[in-house]
């Protein structure tokens, strides 16, 4: 019968998200992914082993915020677009959340798109989920950033 101590299969799946993340430069959507695929199939006690992932969270929100800004500055960008920068943002730690210095940008363009789907109202979303709603653009982007 095999022995294989557990410590060493935990550190060895640990080691294989430090390795993607030490590949991550350039930084690109599709590894950013897959580090964050590989790190949330890790238990509990497999994450803690994984050394450079503060690293790897810093980069991402660094590269969030790249995202954004090119998201911003192309015309008639898209509703999916819209959505994945949301789903990346709320899936960082509220840590690296804080990082993200231009999310009001994000905000800004959900507003925009709310605006846009129903065309009477602005409705702005809470960090809590709760919706507000507003006749004119300026108020709610008064209340949405």
Not at 6 to 32: M, R, S, Y
Not at 117 to 123: G, I, L, Q, R, V
């Amino acid at each position: 019968m095999l022995n294989i101590d557990p410590i060493d299969e935990e550190w060895k799946k640990a080691q294989v998200v430090d390795n993607l993340i030490a590949g991550l430069q350039p930084v690109t959507l599709e590894k950013v992914n897959a580090i964050n695929a590989a790190y949330n199939a890790l238990t509990n006690r497999e994450k803690s082993l994984v050394q450079n992932m503060e690293a790897f969270r810093t980069a991402e929100a660094n590269f969030l915020i790249t995202r954004i800004d090119a998201m911003t500055e192309e015309p008639g960008y898209s509703a999916q677009r819209i959505q994945e920068l949301r789903t990346a943002f709320d899936n960082l730690p509220k840590i690296n959340q804080e990082q993200i210095t231009n999310i009001h940008k994000l905000i800004t363009a959900e507003v925009e798109l709310l605006y846009v789907k129903d065309s009477k109202k602005f409705m702005v979303i809470a960090p809590d989920g709760e919706k507000t709603y507003y006749s004119d653009v300026q108020t709610a982007l008064a209340y949405a950033t």
